[in-house]
């Protein structure tokens, strides 16, 4: 009935493992075995299980008492095991703590190696363009090497290379660096350049010298043609303080001859070089620098002219200067630069001058011979009183008889160094004011005279000595001086003649000693020596003077100023016809 109802079965076991859901998978089978048991089966199932309890347990018994080492090594190994799943475990955790350290750290290590591959990617492409980076490295060496031996163009190439490779790469430290020294090097180069601008060169290597400054562009338009005419200023300058400033003479003729040839030089290349742009360019047009320049040129010329002219003594180095002036104006005028016209006052004044200084010479010097003569007879000189006038306006020799008069001769002397150093160089403008100098010193001595006469005690003989001074003066030196200065302007001997009111006193003074009648003067002193006359010394019949002098006393002074007289006939300047 069991077996032919398998159906029923196998639901009513699908029934109770619903209704026993408790059961595990393990026991599902057995519990459906205890489903298709009869009821007299599921009675005896206790005893059976609880026999097979039994004698499973007894196996077990017997298994663990003939097995219990293993039992005993299984529990060690067990609690071995425990410990170390402990210590594993604790060790696990240290890990989980380090873990994120090791990821930090192999963070870092994939970084550090990156940038060692780049730095290695960098080596291999710098060894690779070694030569090239050599090269470029070297540039400053090269272009230093090329200005100190005036290889401006390569120089300048290379610059030109330098800027555009920093131009291009603006942040790299290399090409930065590189870019500043060679602006240091530029720099020099400039500094040479302008060195060069200063020293004496022509318009071929100015053209190329401002080329180059123009290829650096460093400067304007404007400052370029400022600098050009600096340093060219500075060279002129640097001429002129070579030359000898103690000589007035010799610096003044090398200071014209300088700007005669050198001034000229720097306007024409100014001019050729900075070529004005008719197109009215504000850059290409100076504002009227050149003109500035030239005209700071001329002043600072004719300033130095005026400092050093009083300086010449002598009037044929007036002359001379004045000539190369005024050819250097002229040839300066042929750059607009012709100067001729402002000349004449600086001469004038230099020529005024040393006239003035010459007159008060002669003036002084015969006022110290006048104050320091001795009033004796002289010798008289063989020519006669009239042959001054015999000898006509060609010769203005003066005359001989003057020597009787040391205190006349010096002045004479004196008046006729005037007149040579007047000669050469004698401007028409000053006719009158240097006869109006001249004038004075006439009126000088005569005022001499007068206050000599005044403060004076002479003797009886010393005072008809001193009459013949004063005649000899007023009727030999003064006409004679009318007629040197006639020499030097003609008809200019007519304005010191028309002065002869200056002689008045002179004239008076005569005029009241007319009780003392001044002897003749005769043809010569040696008559006497022949019979025929008595000696005349001075212009005067000396029997009865030398009688009342001591002639011890007479001798001792005819011997001093007979060296005296010697010394002044040495001293005599003839004025040239």
């Given at each position: 009935?069991?077996?032919?109802?398998?159906?029923?079965?196998?639901?009513?076991?699908?029934?109770?493992?619903?209704?026993?859901?408790?059961?595990?998978?393990?026991?599902?089978?057995?519990?459906?075995?205890?489903?298709?048991?009869?009821?007299?089966?599921?009675?005896?199932?206790?005893?059976?299980?609880?026999?097979?309890?039994?004698?499973?347990?007894?196996?077990?018994?017997?298994?663990?008492?003939?097995?219990?080492?293993?039992?005993?090594?299984?529990?060690?190994?067990?609690?071995?095991?425990?410990?170390?799943?402990?210590?594993?475990?604790?060790?696990?955790?240290?890990?989980?703590?380090?873990?994120?350290?090791?990821?930090?750290?192999?963070?870092?290590?994939?970084?550090?190696?990156?940038?060692?591959?780049?730095?290695?990617?960098?080596?291999?492409?710098?060894?690779?363009?070694?030569?090239t980076l050599l090269d470029l490295l070297e540039i400053p060496q090269l272009m230093d090497t090329c200005v100190r031996n005036g290889n401006y163009d390569e120089a300048l190439d290379?610059?030109?290379?330098?800027?555009?490779?920093?131009?291009?790469?603006?942040?790299?430290?290399?090409?930065?660096?590189?870019?500043?020294?060679?602006?240091?090097?530029?720099?020099?180069?400039?500094?040479?350049?302008?060195?060069?601008?200063?020293?004496?060169?022509?318009?071929?290597?100015?053209?190329?010298?401002?080329?180059?400054?123009?290829?650096?562009?460093?400067?304007?338009?404007?400052?370029?043609?400022?600098?050009?005419?600096?340093?060219?200023?500075?060279?002129?300058?640097?001429?002129?303080?070579?030359?000898?400033?103690?000589?007035?003479?010799?610096?003044?003729?090398?200071?014209?001859?300088?700007?005669?040839?050198?001034?000229?030089?720097?306007?024409?290349?100014?001019?050729?070089?900075?070529?004005?742009?008719?197109?009215?360019?504000?850059?290409?047009?100076?504002?009227?620098?050149?003109?500035?320049?030239?005209?700071?040129?001329?002043?600072?010329?004719?300033?130095?002219?005026?400092?050093?002219?009083?300086?010449?003594?002598?009037?044929?180095?007036?002359?001379?200067?004045?000539?190369?002036?005024?050819?250097?104006?002229?040839?300066?005028?042929?750059?607009?630069?012709?100067?001729?016209?402002?000349?004449?006052?600086?001469f004038e004044e230099a020529v005024l001058n040393l006239f003035s200084k010459n007159m008060n010479t002669a003036v002084e010097n015969f006022q110290l011979v006048l104050d320091s003569?001795?009033?004796?007879?002289?010798?008289?000189?063989?020519?006669?009183?009239?042959?001054?006038?015999?000898?006509?306006?060609?010769?203005?020799?003066?005359?001989?008889?003057?020597?009787?008069?040391?205190?006349?001769?010096?002045?004479?002397?004196?008046?006729?160094?005037?007149?040579?150093?007047?000669?050469?160089?004698?401007?028409?403008?000053?006719?009158?004011?240097?006869?109006?100098?001249?004038?004075?010193?006439?009126?000088?001595?005569?005022?001499?005279?007068?206050?000599?006469?005044?403060?004076?005690?002479?003797?009886?003989?010393?005072?008809?000595?001193?009459?013949?001074l004063c005649r000899a003066f007023v009727e030999v030196a003064y006409p004679h001086c009318a007629t040197c200065f006639g020499r030097c302007y003609p008809g200019g001997s007519s304005?010191?003649?028309?002065?002869?009111?200056?002689?008045?006193?002179?004239?008076?003074?005569?005029?009241?000693?007319?009780?003392?009648?001044?002897?003749?003067?005769?043809?010569?002193?040696?008559?006497?020596?022949?019979?025929?006359?008595?000696?005349?010394?001075?212009?005067?019949?000396?029997?009865?003077?030398?009688?009342?002098?001591?002639?011890?006393?007479?001798?001792?002074?005819?011997?001093?100023?007979?060296?005296?007289?010697?010394?002044?006939?040495?001293?005599?300047?003839?004025?040239?016809?």
């Open positions: 009935m069991e077996i032919g109802n398998p159906t029923a079965d196998e639901s009513s076991s699908a029934t109770m493992a619903e209704l026993l859901p408790l059961a595990s998978v393990s026991q599902q089978p057995y519990v459906s075995e205890l489903l298709s048991f009869t009821l007299d089966r599921l009675h005896k199932e206790p005893e059976l299980l609880r026999v097979d309890a039994e004698r499973i347990r007894r196996q077990m018994q017997e298994v663990a008492v003939n097995n219990y080492r293993s039992f005993i090594s299984a529990a060690d190994a067990l609690v071995s095991i425990r410990h170390e799943v402990s210590s594993i475990d604790k060790h696990l955790e240290s890990l989980i703590a380090e873990v994120p350290k090791l990821t930090s750290g192999c963070s870092e290590f994939i970084e550090s190696a990156e940038q060692i591959l780049e730095k290695r990617k960098m080596n291999q492409t710098l060894l690779a363009n070694h030569s290379l610059e030109a290379f330098v800027s555009k490779l920093s131009t291009m790469h603006p942040k790299l430290p290399v090409i930065q660096a590189l870019a500043a020294e060679v602006q240091e090097i530029t720099k020099s180069l400039l500094s040479q350049l302008l060195q060069k601008l200063r020293s004496n060169i022509q318009l071929p290597e100015c053209l190329r010298i401002i080329g180059y400054l123009r290829r650096i562009g460093v400067y304007s338009e404007y400052e370029m043609r400022l600098q050009f005419l600096r340093c060219r200023e500075s060279w002129l300058s640097g001429i002129l303080d070579d030359l000898d400033q103690r000589n007035a003479y010799e610096y003044l003729k090398g200071m014209v001859n300088c700007h005669r040839m050198h001034l000229f030089d720097v306007v024409n290349q100014y001019r050729a070089i900075f070529a004005d742009d008719t197109s009215g360019s504000e850059e290409n047009y100076d504002g009227g620098l050149l003109f500035s320049w030239a005209m700071h040129q001329i002043s600072s010329h004719l300033k130095t002219l005026k400092v050093m002219l009083p300086k010449i003594t002598e009037g044929g180095s007036l002359s001379n200067i004045l000539d190369q002036c005024m050819y250097c104006a002229m040839g300066l005028g042929w750059v607009g630069l012709d100067f001729r016209g402002l000349l004449p006052p600086l003569h001795r009033w004796v007879p002289l010798p008289a000189v063989g020519f006669s009183s009239n042959s001054f006038g015999e000898e006509g306006q060609e010769d203005v020799t003066p005359p001989p008889n003057l020597m009787e008069h040391p205190p006349l001769a010096v002045f004479v002397n004196g008046v006729s160094a005037a007149m040579n150093e007047l000669r050469p160089c004698a401007p028409i403008s000053l006719k009158h004011i240097l006869a109006q100098e001249l004038v004075k010193g006439l009126r000088t001595v005569s005022d001499s005279l007068l206050r000599y006469n005044t403060t004076r005690v002479l003797r009886e003989n010393e005072s008809v000595l001193f009459l013949s304005l010191i003649t028309d002065g002869n009111h200056v002689f008045e006193g002179l004239n008076r003074l005569l005029t009241t000693s007319s009780s003392r009648q001044l002897p003749k003067r005769v043809q010569s002193a040696e008559t006497k020596e022949n019979g025929d006359s008595p000696a005349v010394e001075n212009g005067v019949v000396v029997a009865d003077v030398n009688e009342a002098e001591n002639k011890n006393v007479v001798e001792e002074d005819n011997v001093n100023n007979t060296s005296s007289e010697t010394q002044n006939e040495e001293q005599t300047v003839n004025p040239k016809s």
